[in-house]
């Protein structure tokens, strides 16, 4: 099987993916409590029974619930993802506002968990039984075992109110006007603490992979030949070992990069990041239901990405395996 069969089966099996989840997202949320025009009556500052029944009709929520449905999945097949009744405004639009940051801050927390995994498990693997593995994997059963809120706290009084090194919250300096260099720049300190805390979970968990995967590969006979062979500790535990244990690494990184979606609803709460997990967490509280099944919709999608993504990068990393079917 060619690259191009090997994309063209994966995408297509993406789209099935998406459809089966896109309809699960919608009985789901339509099974949870609460009515959104009630909640819209109750901002007006009236909710008798003629004003729910307009916004009802007014919104689609009167149409039986297969309607609906169908209604809403032929509007995603036209990337119309609704009307956001709570902010006036479509889905689609709402979403590509926060997108980028979102994918800024998923993206710079995952390089950070997996560049630190790595080498957090390259070490300890090295130094097994001595007082650095011991460090690193207590540091990683900390990292693993606490709740991203509390880092996420912690980190905002210890190193922004106490330190003052970097901002606890917001995507950029308010009013600064800042252009150019300058604003990527404070972009980036503004980005340090909420990146670090949702990539430390994911750090705990590769460096445990790493060090498990180094220490398995290290007993294997082509290590054993490349020792005999004369070549030095470092270039057999970096071109013979790391390199055979960082592939299932990269499986349980592009696996779980989507997570970084659901882990920044937390995130963007707590540092008031300007993302699409912020954006979820207020459709919810608002029941918002066309928000929130766009915003699902699209963190669907991530993931399914960020899956075929990593079946690519593995046949890169390693080159002995085939699109095989």
Request: aromatic fraction near 12%; proline fraction near 4%.
């Given at each position: 099987m060619n690259l191009l069969q090997f994309l063209t089966g994966r995408l297509a099996k993406g789209l099935l993916t998406l459809l089966a989840i896109a309809v699960l997202n919608f009985f789901?949320?339509?099974?949870?409590?609460?009515?959104?025009?009630?909640?819209?009556?109750?901002?007006?500052?009236?909710?008798?029974?003629?004003?729910?029944?307009?916004?009802?009709?007014?919104?689609?929520?009167?149409?039986?619930?297969?309607?609906?449905?169908?209604?809403?999945?032929?509007?995603?097949?036209?990337?119309?993802?609704?009307?956001?009744?709570?902010?006036?405004q479509p889905v689609l639009d709402l979403i590509l506002a926060r997108l980028p940051a979102t994918l800024l801050l998923t993206g710079a927390a995952f390089a950070v968990s997996l560049a630190l995994g790595v080498v957090m498990g390259a070490l300890a693997a090295r130094r097994a039984g001595r007082w650095q593995d011991s460090a690193i994997t207590t540091l990683a059963l900390v990292?693993?075992?606490?709740?991203?809120?509390?880092?996420?706290?912690?980190?905002?009084?210890?190193?922004?109110?106490?330190?003052?090194?970097?901002?606890?919250?917001?995507?950029?300096?308010?009013?600064?006007?800042?252009?150019?260099?300058?604003?990527?720049?404070?972009?980036?300190?503004?980005?340090?603490?909420?990146?670090?805390?949702?990539?430390?979970?994911?750090?705990?968990?590769?460096?445990?992979?790493?060090?498990?995967?180094?220490?398995?590969?290290?007993?294997?006979?082509?290590?054993?030949?490349?020792r005999a062979k004369g070549l030095s500790p470092g270039v057999v535990s970096r071109r013979h070992v790391a390199r055979n244990a960082i592939l299932p690494v990269v499986t349980l990184a592009g696996l779980q990069a989507g997570q970084l979606v659901g882990g920044a609803v937390l995130t963007d709460t707590v540092f008031a990041w300007p993302g699409i997990g912020r954006l979820m967490f207020d459709a919810l509280v608002q029941r918002d239901y066309g928000v929130l099944l766009g915003v699902f919709f699209v963190s669907s999608a991530m993931v399914v990405g960020f899956n075929i993504m990593t079946d690519l990068v593995y046949r890169l990393v390693d080159p002995r395996i085939e699109t095989v079917s």
């Open positions: 789901l949320i339509r099974a949870a409590p609460g009515d959104p025009a009630q909640v819209l009556a109750g901002e007006a500052g009236a909710a008798d029974a003629l004003l729910l029944e307009q916004l009802r009709v007014r919104f689609g929520l009167d149409q039986p619930i297969m309607t609906q449905l169908w209604i809403y999945l032929k509007g995603y097949l036209s990337l119309d993802l609704g009307f956001s009744y709570r902010q006036q990292f693993y075992a606490t709740p991203l809120f509390w880092i996420a706290l912690m980190s905002q009084i210890v190193f922004s109110l106490k330190l003052g090194l970097v901002p606890n919250v917001g995507y950029e300096t308010i009013g600064a006007n800042h252009a150019g260099i300058a604003r990527m720049l404070d972009i980036g300190r503004h980005l340090i603490l909420p990146a670090l805390t949702l990539g430390l979970f994911f750090t705990a968990l590769y460096a445990r992979m790493m060090r498990a995967a180094m220490l398995e590969i290290a007993g294997a006979d082509f290590v054993r030949t490349a």
